[in-house]
T-cell receptor, first 109, second 117 residues
Framework: GIQVEQSPPDLILQEGANSTLRCNFS?????LQWFHQNPWGQLINLFYIPSGTKQNGRLSATTVATERYSLLYISSSQTTDSGVYFC???????????FGAGTQVVVTP | GAGVSQSPRYKVTKRGQDVALRCDPISGHVSLYWYRQALGQGPEFLTYFNYEAQQDKSGLPNDRFSAERPEGSISTLTIQRTEQRDSAMYRC???????????????FGEGSRLTVL
């Protein structure tokens, strides 16, 4: 099946810093989602981004489908950005998602 | 409803008991997925419904696990004779798209945290 690798596994940031999270996948995909799991366990949709670039406030994402990777940018980080960031891609035509292992982000005041 | 709703949010049970976890998807969503997430890991697929049809149950770990979606809306995941290794967060997701060429966005509920003593 398709492999999804995220890096780095852990990230510690000072409030106000910028960061880039990476997601590599082993096969071509027609869908990619980024999620944020907050410290309360909620899994929140950030981006649905099969290709191209999208922005939502301080977050933006870019997917280069032909090169099989996606990047999530966090700018001017805040303590509320702490949590685990997952990317996920479909493994079959029914839309079943395969998740990466996640990047644990801690933003310190 | 506005989002995917799951109940109970927390369930503590004794080994050997049966548990039923409920998922109410976003209104009108065709596809429904169940996932299980162990602590420190990403969600792992359990089963998928397209309307009321269970199209894929390849992720169910053994025959103690079953799921149904009889009217194509609410779904129930049932675990019989629970074991300690079943302790995890069980998440439900739904998507407005369906069928064999589904590229739709998945939306997850807040999950049901199961603890088996």
């Amino acid at each position: 099946g398709i492999q999804v690798e995220q890096s780095p596994p852990d990230l510690i940031l000072q409030e106000g810093a910028n960061s880039t999270l990476r997601c590599n996948f082993s096969d071509s995909v027609n869908n990619l989602q980024w999620f944020h799991q907050n410290p309360w366990g909620q899994l929140i949709n950030l981006f649905y981004i099969p290709s191209g670039t999208k922005q939502n406030g301080r977050l933006s994402a870019t997917t280069v489908a032909t090169e099989r990777y996606s990047l999530l940018y966090i700018s001017s980080s805040q303590t509320t950005d702490s949590g685990v960031y997952f990317c996920a891609v479909p493994t079959d035509s029914w839309g079943k998602l395969q998740f990466g292992a996640g990047t644990q982000v801690v933003v310190t005041p | 409803g506005a989002g995917v709703s799951q109940s109970p949010r927390y369930k503590v049970t004794k080994r050997g008991q049966d548990v039923a976890l409920r998922c109410d998807p976003i209104s009108g969503h065709v596809s429904l997925y169940w996932y299980r997430q162990a602590l420190g890991q990403g969600p792992e697929f359990l089963t998928y419904f397209n309307y009321e049809a269970q199209q894929d149950k390849s992720g169910l770990p053994n025959d103690r696990f079953s799921a149904e979606r009889p009217e194509g809306s609410i779904s129930t995941l049932t675990i019989q004779r629970t074991e300690q290794r079943d302790s995890a967060m069980y998440r439900c997701a739904s998507s407005s798209s369906g069928g064999a060429t589904n590229t739709g966005e998945l939306f997850f509920g807040e999950g049901s945290r199961l603890t088996v003593l």
